[in-house]
């Protein structure tokens, strides 16, 4: 019979994605993973295969953890006002305490954009392509806008949340509300 795990699963990936999410990938060790963890080696390549495999799993708690926000933001009527509140709120946790700044997958997206990882890659794209796709719903709201500009403004928002997200990691709260102001006087 199967020996019975003496933590919670989905407990101890939390505390693994927080420790990704401050050191990234690469600078995270197997050994700081067992300390964050409270769990050994073994214990971590029996339930996850190895760190890759805790990663993954990693990035499937960021998502959970902001689905509420992407369900909001989702869920507005406001078009662009909407946009911009998501914009807030993505960055409304990052000036607290925990040191936890920024975007976990902004954060990913740009440690391995010279890595071909493509399970990683792939959630990458698949989460980036779906807050550009609710981003492009909230500009169809202006019927004044053509298809050509929707895309391109939804580019250029797109682009600003990384810049947002990279900048939430070592600006302070009054640059990063000035950021989100002047990104929104822009359309």
Same mark, same amino acid.
């Given at each position: 019979? %199967? !020996? =019975? *795990?003496? #933590?919670?699963?989905h407990?101890?990936?939390? /505390?693994?994605m ?6 990234? #990938? ?8 067992? $300390?964050?963890? +409270?769990?050994? @080696? ?10 890759? +495999?805790?990663?993954?799993e990693?990035?499937?708690c960021? $998502? ?7 369900? *909001? ?5 406001? +078009?662009?006002?909407?946009?911009? =509140?998501?914009?807030?709120d ?8 925990? @040191? ?22 792939? =959630? ?7 807050? /550009?796709?609710?981003?492009?719903? /909230?500009? !169809? ?10 895309l $391109? =403004?939804?580019? #250029? ?5 990384? +810049?947002?997200? %990279?900048?939430? !990691? ?8 000035? #950021? ?8």
């Amino acid at each position: 019979m %199967a !020996r =019975q *795990k003496a #933590y919670q699963e989905h407990e101890v990936v939390e /505390k693994a994605m927080y420790l990704f999410w401050k050191k990234g #990938y690469e600078n995270t060790s197997m050994q700081m993973l067992e $300390k964050e963890m +409270g769990i050994n @080696k073994f214990s971590i390549y029996s339930s996850f295969g190895n760190k890759h +495999g805790l990663f993954l799993e990693s990035l499937k708690c960021y $998502k959970a953890k902001v689905h509420s926000t992407l369900e *909001k933001f989702e869920n507005g009527t406001s +078009g662009i006002a909407d946009i911009k =509140q998501f914009f807030y709120d993505t960055v409304s946790s990052n000036f607290n305490d925990d @040191k936890t700044k920024g975007c976990l997958v902004t954060n990913t997206y740009n440690e391995f954009s010279d890595h071909e990882d493509a399970l990683i890659q792939e =959630q990458m794209t698949a989460f980036m392509e779906h807050i /550009k796709s609710i981003i492009i719903d /909230k500009l !169809r709201m202006d019927a004044t806008k053509d298809e050509a500009t929707i895309l $391109k =403004q939804a580019n #250029y928002l797109l682009l600003a949340k990384h +810049g947002l997200a %990279a900048a939430a !990691r070592v600006n302070t709260n009054k640059e990063i509300e000035d #950021y989100i102001e002047m990104i929104f006087t822009n359309l």
